[in-house]
T-cell receptor, first 116, second 110 residues
Framework: GAVVSQHPSRVICKSGTSVKIECRSL??????MFWYRQFPKQSLMLMAT?????????EQGVEKDKFLINHASLTLSTLTVTSAHPEDSSFYIC????????????FGQGTRLTVV | GESVGLHLPTLSVQEGDNSIINCAYS??????FIWYKQESGKGPQFIID?????DKRQGQRVTVLLNKTVKHLSLQIAATQPGDSAVYFC?????????FGKGTRLHILP
């Protein structure tokens, strides 16, 4: 299957700083990319959907000014957690999709963010 | 509200037996479903998918069954192996987004 690469896999940052997570589709062009957050022993919660060249669509309850998403090309999307706090510590996962309708999405390896 | 959910949070199966993981959904407009496997510390891995115009689809050692009448989805894993230990999620394609259910942890007994 298609490969989605997410970087970094782990990051520790100080409270109040910002962290950028990259998501790349390595062998295909992604029409749409999704960002999820997963707390321990819970399911993946969709944070936002981004389409190349347009603004991301955020799910209810997700602060767009805190979680900045940029989808500048068909192979790269970034999530920046701004002014991170300990409660932002979580597992962040991206996925990419070629077409929007009824096709599978391919997932990155995830990024474990720890805010101290 | 409408959601995709699972009946059992944990399933223990003897190695070599078949596993059946169930999922209920409530959005009758959903027309595409996916099963994912997630190992500890990793992203979800695609297992199999099914569209609503089908009621059964088979892959290698896996079968997905869809019952639209009762809005039920199941994943069957044949001859369960230790490497099948993971959390399994059913997911629903809704409004061009993939929404995940709660997950079932599959535990393999030796």
């Amino acid at each position: 299957g298609a490969v989605v690469s997410q970087h970094p896999s782990r990051v520790i940052c100080k409270s109040g700083t910002s962290v950028k997570i990259e998501c790349r589709s390595l062998d295909f062009q992604a029409t749409t990319m999704f960002w999820y957050r997963q707390f321990p022993k819970q399911s993946l919660m969709l944070m936002a959907t981004s389409n190349e060249g347009s603004k991301a669509t955020y799910e209810q309850g997700v602060e767009k000014d805190k979680f900045l998403i940029n989808h500048a090309s068909l192979t790269l999307s970034t999530l920046t957690v701004t002014s991170a706090h300990p409660e932002d510590s979580s597992f962040y996962i991206c996925s990419a999709r070629v077409h929007s309708l009824n096709t599978e999405a391919f997932f990155g390896q995830g990024t474990r963010l720890t805010v101290v | 509200g409408e959601s995709v959910g699972l009946h059992l949070p944990t399933l223990s199966v003897q190695e070599g037996d078949n596993s059946i993981i169930n999922c209920a959904y409530s959005n009758s407009a959903s027309d595409y479903f996916i099963w994912y496997k997630q190992e500890s510390g990793k992203g979800p891995q695609f297992i199999i998918d099914i569209r609503s115009n089908m009621d059964k689809r088979q892959g290698q050692r896996v079968t997905v069954l869809l019952n639209k009448t009762v809005k039920h989805l199941s994943l069957q894993i044949a001859a369960t192996q230790p490497g099948d230990s993971a959390v399994y999620f059913c997911a629903e394609n809704r409004d061009d987004k993939i929404i995940f259910g709660k997950g079932t942890r599959l535990h393999i007994l030796p």
